[in-house]
């Protein structure tokens, strides 16, 4: 979650240093937006860290990742295109399907034995 904010407010800044020095496009209401998302992307970080825990609210969250996924295509874009079921896939498969073993398991695995 630490490493998620300094990599998002670095691209905003990087983006809109790099827009206004090229004289590029960019709105007030995209900067507030990045912000605002750069702002969250810790609490989101912290939620898909979550989805490889066990119980109902793990698997609830990763549900939600992938709606968010495919309504955000169909609002934004009217439709799913074919990438969109790529990254959709990879997200399934990553939140649902493949297994992951922490550091902090190993340790406590390690001091069982």
């Known amino acids: 979650m630490l490493n998620v ?47 490889k825990e066990s119980g109902i609210f793990p698997k609830t969250v990763s ?6 996924s495919v309504l955000s295509s169909v609002i934004l874009f009217d439709r799913l295109r074919f990438y969109d079921f790529i990254i959709d896939g990879v997200l399934i498969y990553f939140l649902f399907i493949k297994k992951i073993e922490r550091s902090g398991n190993v340790r406590s695995k390690k001091n069982e034995k």
């Not at 549900?63 to 968010?68: D, F, L, Y």
Request: glycine share 8%.
């Open 5 to 51: 904010l300094p990599l998002c407010l670095g691209m905003l800044v990087t983006y809109y240093a790099v827009a206004a020095f090229s004289h590029g496009v960019y709105s007030n209401v995209f900067i507030i937006g990045w912000t605002v998302f750069a702002l969250c992307s810790p609490v989101m970080a912290y939620f898909a860290w979550q989805t």
């Open 63 to 68: 549900v939600g990742i992938v709606a968010v």
